[in-house]
């Protein structure tokens, strides 16, 4: 995911890639564990317990691993040798530990997915039960417990029009079944020509070309794939924050647009409360439930992408929660797992469903190789139970006050144009492009892993991080922007 919105930023500097050292072991890092990779499957208890370090063979074996990864890897968003570059070589909790030895404090979730930390004891217990029974099966013409048991409970949890589930592997993936799902409903209905998506600039929704299409046309990646993407209709985003009113004004242009294009409109797609990687940026529920009416009286399907705002991470459970309503389609991912293993859903209402089921085929025209991974259903389950079960509102509610009152010193830097938080998800907007080169080492150097792009220097920490470990975090980001704006 991510850096789309990194148009003003290049995510790296570009570096001459090291020539490795040469060593008798071609693969030392292999030898840095002992045990060998694959451990003891009974062992659950050691928590925590991230290993010492090796000192200056660790730090060999850190810079080997870099630079081999340099030679032949991609990144995210990366040139193709990407620095700078850490080595993570264990996680456990709300710590990463980096094969030299450092420990960081997680203040990403590892993108939005890790909400229990990582290593949780109920969600390795859950793999490794799984892994007796199967690792995987087709989906096509055969079913298992975890993705019924998985699916019923999504069901429960999401608003109630929402009734069947449709698993694929990825958040981008899901949501190009939801806009699949749209363009097949209205086929079924007898609108076929009902075809393009009406969506809010600033948003972000992945990097297939389906996403891609729908993503913000100048910071995403449109300019690179013009020739490629079908042309959507673009709205301003929201301006009425989280806490403020929602007046007629606010949503005139996008009322406009939604009248002037409803006859070859098949969805509004956009991401609930929360513009995530695109903008950071949270708006007013009443914008939403704004939305929904306007959907409703043109007769457009309505797609909310949770993908990175679900499963607590604003304060409610969903982005449309806040808002009271229910979208007719709606995309989960991310934090499905507890960010073990990739898998996404899209769930929709019966009438979509029927809808698609009208259309000539009569199927849903999709089904991914690894469609409901039973090892991956297996962990969300155990890890959406997890979530329910604790005192996830609290917790949320906690993080929230303590990144409040972590950031707000930065609102007194002068680089800082604005500090936000909404649930437990706090933002540090620079007025210019951080530098990575500069300042992702120096937040490792303050014990802390967050992964700024652009102008935002932002943290969604798991659920389980501490005041203290909350504090460790904020204060470095708080450090790192006043050091290097
Ligand atoms: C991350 C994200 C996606 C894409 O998910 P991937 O699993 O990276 O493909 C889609 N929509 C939103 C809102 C996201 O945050």
């Not at 890639?17 to 499957?41: F, Q, S, T, Y």
């Not at 995987?136 to 998985?150: C, D, K, N, S």
């Not at 007719?328 to 991310?334: A, E, F, P, R, S």
């Not at 959406?384 to 930065?410: D, F, I, K, M, N």
């Amino acid at each position: 995911m991510t850096a789309q919105m990194s148009g003003s930023a290049p995510e790296v500097v570009p570096e001459a890639v090291p020539e490795p050292a040469r060593v008798a072991n071609p693969h030392p890092d292999r030898l840095a564990r002992p045990g060998g990779d694959l451990g003891d499957l009974g062992d659950l208890g050691d928590l925590g317990d991230l290993g010492g370090s090796d000192g200056a063979g660790a730090r060999e074996v850190a810079g080997d691993l870099v630079a081999r990864d340099q030679r032949v890897v991609w990144h995210p968003y990366a040139p193709p040798a990407a620095a700078p570059l850490f080595a993570v070589a264990q996680a456990s909790g709300v710590r990463l530990r980096l094969t030299d030895g450092r420990e960081l404090i997680d203040g990403m979730s590892s993108w939005w997915a890790a909400i229990h930390g990582y290593r949780h004891p109920v969600l390795d217990a859950a793999a490794h039960r799984q892994l007796t029974d199967m690792s995987h099966v087709m989906f096509g013409g055969l079913t298992h417990e975890p993705a019924v048991r998985l699916a019923e409970t999504l069901v429960e949890m999401t608003p109630r029009p929402l009734r069947r589930v449709f698993f694929s592997d990825s958040g981008s993936v899901a949501v190009e079944v939801a806009i699949k799902m749209a363009l097949q409903y209205w086929t079924g209905r007898g609108r076929p020509r009902r075809t393009r998506l009406l969506t809010i600039r600033r948003g972000y929704h992945g990097d297939t070309s389906g996403a891609m299409a729908v993503c913000d046309p100048d910071a995403g990646m449109h300019h690179l794939f013009s020739h490629l993407l079908p042309q959507h209709i673009f709205a301003p985003p929201p301006t009425c924050g989280f806490d403020e009113a929602c007046e007629d004004v606010h949503l005139a242009e996008f009322a406009a647009l939604l009248a002037a294009h409803a006859h070859e409109v098949a969805a509004v797609i956009l991401e609930p409360v929360v513009q995530g990687t695109g903008a950071m940026r949270f708006y007013a529920p009443e914008w939403l439930a704004r939305v929904r009416a306007l959907c409703d009286e043109h007769e457009v399907l309505l797609i909310a992408d949770e993908i990175a705002v679900g499963f607590g991470r604003s304060g409610a459970l969903f982005g449309c929660d806040h808002a009271g309503i229910s979208p007719d389609i709606m995309c989960v991912g991310k934090a499905l797992t507890g960010g073990y293993l990739s898998l996404a859903a899209t769930l929709c209402t019966d009438e979509v469903a029927d809808g698609v089921a009208a259309s000539p085929v009569g199927a849903f025209m999709h089904g991914p190789t690894f469609m409901a991974n039973p090892l991956a259903c297996a962990i969300a389950l155990a890890n959406v139970e997890l979530l329910l079960a604790s005192p996830w509102r609290e917790r949320v509610g906690a993080l929230e006050r303590g990144l409040r009152t972590g950031l707000a010193p930065a609102r007194a830097l002068s680089g800082v144009a604005d500090v936000r938080v909404l649930g437990a998800i706090g933002v540090i907007e620079t007025r210019e492009p951080v530098d990575m080169a500069v300042i992702q080492p120096l937040l490792v150097e303050l014990g802390v892993w967050v992964r700024p792009f652009g102008r935002l220097v932002y943290t969604m920490p798991p659920y389980i991080t501490t005041s203290d470990d909350l504090a460790t975090l904020t204060t470095a980001m708080v450090e790192a922007v006043a050091r290097t704006t």
